[in-house]
C-alpha cells in the first residue's frame, strides 16, 4: 500500500506539463538512431511520480486514441488531479495513489515510461525499482525517459543543498525550515562578501538561482531527505545491469560535440568517439552538467549511431530562429555573408548558404507551424544535390537546437476559423488563471484580454459572438481596455467596442501564433 502521508502532501509539487517527455518527442528523437517507436497516437503510457497528473492531462487530451496511467504516493495529488481529470471527462487517463515500490505487472506492458524529477529524490531500492519497472513493462520498442540531478554540476550545488539541510533540520514547521534554511545561506554569501574567491563566486551564483524558483521547488530539491545525483556513466551502468541502454537525451543538441569549439571538439571526439557513453561523460565535464533527461530502451535494440543527413528527408521541421543584423564589411574587405540566425530560446546557427537561409526563413514565416522537408525543398527550389545538401543543413540545425522536428502532423492551427477554438483543458486553465497548457504541451502566461478570449473559444461561437462575451466583461469591469496613446482606461461603452473589435483580432493572431488554436478536424 502506499503511504498515507507524503511531504508531498504536505507541500504539493505544482503539476506541470514537461514537453521533451510527450511520446511523440521521444519516438522523433529515437528515429534519428534508427529506432521506431511505438506511434504517440496509439501507445500506452505509465508516468512514476506523476504528482496531480498535469502532465498526463495535456497528453491524454492531444491523444484521445492512447492509454495514459500515473501512480504517486501522495493521496492528496492524486486527489486533486482526478478532479481535472472529471472536468475534462478524459476517459484515457487512470491516477492510481500506489508508491513505486508496489507497482506489479498488473499495470500491464507500456510504450513509454517516464519519470521526471523523481530518480534522484527517492532512496536507492526505490531506483532500483523503477529501472526493474522499465526492464519488465516496457514493450519491446518502447522508450523510457528518466531525469535525474547528475555531477558534476551538483558536486557545487551539494554545497548549498548541504547547507540549507542542515540549517533546516532544527525546525519541524515547513515553512520555517525554508525561510531559515534561506536565510542561512545569505547570511554566509554576506559574511563572505567582498573576497573574490570561487567560493563567493558559487554562493552567489546559487543565490541567483535561487531567487528564480519558487518556494516549493526549493523545498523538496533542498530539505528532501533524499537527493543523491549521479554521475552518467554510474546511471549508464545501472541501466546495463537491468537489461537497459541508454538511447539518447531528450535534448539532441547536448549529444553533440560539435557545438563546442573547433578544438574543444577534437579533443572530445579523441577522448570518446569510441563509446558514447565516454563521450556524453566528459562532454559532462566540460559543461560542468547539473541535470540529465536521459531517454532508455531495451538494451536488445539495435542502435545506429551514425546518424547522416537522409533521417532529415521523412521529418516534419520547424523554427522560429530569425535572422539578425549581418555584420557589414569594412572599407576594402570582401563582402561578409555569413548571417546569424537565433532562436527565442537562445540557440543560434550561422549560415553562409543561401539555401539554408531561405529554409530558415521559411522555417520562421510558418512557425510554430512544422514543413514537410520536401515542402521545405520544394519552397527552395531545391533541386537533387540541392536537397541532399539542404538535409546535412537542416541536420546541422538541428544538433545546434535551432530546428525541432517530428514524425506526425500537429493537431493546432495557425488559420483563424469561423468559430476558432482552443482545448478544452485550455479553457479550464483559463478559468482558474493566468497559465495554461498549449497544442504543443508548453506552458503559456496570457494577460486579461488573451485569458477571457481563450475562455470564449469553444468552436461553438463566431467572433461576433466572442465580441459580445467581451463586451460584457468590460461593461462589468472584468475586463479593460486601454487607449493607446496614453493607456488610460476607456469607460464608454461606444468607444470599448470600437477598439474591441482590432484589439481581438490581434489577440487571436497571437493565441495563433502559441499553438493555442486547434484543428477544427483534430
Same mark, same amino acid.
Given at each position: ?55 498526463? $492531462? ?39 495513489? =500506489? ?18 524529477? @523523481? ?52 525546525? /519541524? ?10 536565510? =542561512? ?7 563572505? !562578501? ?12 546559487? =543565490? ?29 551502468? !545501472? ?33 570518446? /568517439? ?26 536488445? @535494440? ?125 479553457? $479550464?486553465? /483559463? ?42 466583461? $468590460? ?11 496614453? !493607456?488610460? !482606461? ?13 484589439? =481581438? ?18
Amino acid at each position: 500500500m502506499a503511504e498515507k502521508q507524503t511531504t508531498y502532501d504536505a507541500i504539493p509539487y505544482p503539476s506541470n506539463p514537461f514537453r521533451q517527455t510527450r511520446p511523440e518527442r521521444l519516438a522523433a528523437v529515437a528515429k534519428l538512431f534508427g529506432m521506431e517507436a511505438p506511434p504517440a497516437e496509439r501507445c500506452r503510457v505509465l508516468e512514476l511520480g506523476c504528482s496531480m497528473g498535469g502532465n498526463l $492531462l495535456v497528453m491524454a487530451q492531444d491523444h484521445p486514441g492512447s492509454q495514459f496511467v500515473g501512480i504517486d504516493a501522495s493521496s492528496r495529488q492524486i486527489a486533486d488531479g482526478w478532479k481535472t481529470v472529471e472536468q475534462l471527462g478524459l476517459k484515457n487517463l487512470q491516477l492510481k495513489h =500506489l508508491d513505486v515500490l508496489d507497482v506489479t505487472e498488473e499495470l500491464g506492458q507500456f510504450d513509454y515510461i517516464i519519470s521526471h524529477g @523523481v530518480f534522484s529524490w527517492v532512496p536507492a531500492r526505490v531506483q532500483n525499482k523503477m529501472l526493474e519497472i522499465c526492464q519488465r513493462q516496457l514493450a519491446p520498442n518502447g522508450i523510457g525517459y528518466i531525469s535525474y540531478n547528475t555531477y558534476p554540476g551538483w558536486h557545487i550545488r551539494g554545497i548549498v543543498r548541504d547547507m540549507m539541510f542542515y540549517r533546516g533540520a532544527q525546525f /519541524a514547521d515547513p515553512a520555517a525550515r525554508l525561510a531559515q534554511a534561506k536565510g =542561512l545561506v545569505h547570511f554566509v554569501a554576506q559574511a563572505t !562578501k567582498g573576497a573574490d574567491t570561487p567560493y563567493q563566486r558559487l554562493l552567489q551564483s546559487e =543565490l541567483k538561482h535561487m531567487g528564480q524558483m519558487e518556494d516549493y521547488y526549493l523545498h523538496h530539491e533542498h530539505l528532501e531527505e533524499n537527493n543523491q545525483p549521479l554521475y552518467f556513466h554510474e546511471f549508464a551502468r !545501472k541501466l546495463s545491469v537491468n537489461g537497459l541502454q541508454y538511447l539518447g537525451d531528450a535534448e539532441f543538441s547536448t549529444m553533440v560535440s560539435s557545438n563546442f569549439s573547433g578544438e574543444v571538439a577534437k579533443t572530445l571526439h579523441e577522448l570518446g /568517439a569510441h563509446d558514447i557513453i565516454q563521450m556524453e561523460q566528459y562532454m559532462d565535464f566540460v559543461r560542468c552538467r547539473y541535470f540529465r533527461k536521459s531517454l532508455i530502451c531495451r538494451s536488445g @535494440v539495435q542502435l545506429n549511431r551514425t546518424v547522416t543527413p537522409a533521417v532529415v528527408r521523412d521529418l516534419l521541421l520547424s523554427s522560429d530562429a530569425a535572422p539578425v543584423a549581418a555584420k557589414k564589411a569594412s572599407p576594402g574587405e570582401a563582402p561578409v555573408d555569413t548571417e546569424t540566425f537565433h532562436t527565442a530560446s537562445g540557440y543560434s546557427v550561422n549560415c553562409r548558404s543561401p539555401l539554408t537561409k531561405a529554409a530558415l526563413r521559411e522555417l520562421h514565416a510558418k512557425w510554430p507551424m512544422p514543413v514537410a522537408f520536401k515542402d521545405l525543398v520544394a519552397h527552395c527550389a531545391a533541386d537533387e544535390k540541392g536537397a541532399e545538401f539542404l538535409a546535412g543543413e537542416m541536420l546541422t540545425c538541428m544538433a545546434a537546437g535551432v530546428v525541432e522536428w517530428r514524425l506526425t502532423p500537429v493537431r493546432f492551427t495557425t488559420e483563424v476559423g469561423k468559430t476558432p477554438a482552443t482545448t478544452p483543458l485550455a479553457r $479550464l486553465e /483559463a478559468q482558474r488563471g493566468y497559465k495554461i497548457t498549449n497544442l504543443r504541451g508548453e506552458s503559456i502566461v496570457l494577460d486579461e484580454l488573451h485569458r477571457q478570449t481563450v475562455r470564449q473559444l469553444d468552436g461553438k461561437r463566431d467572433l461576433a459572438q466572442v465580441t459580445e462575451a467581451l463586451m460584457a466583461s $468590460l461593461e462589468r469591469g472584468d475586463l479593460v481596455l486601454q487607449r493607446d496613446s496614453d !493607456k488610460s !482606461k476607456v469607460t464608454e461603452a461606444a468607444e470599448m467596442r470600437k477598439l474591441l473589435g482590432p484589439a =481581438l483580432q490581434r489577440v487571436l493572431a497571437n493565441l495563433a501564433n502559441k499553438a493555442l488554436l486547434a484543428r477544427a478536424d483534430a
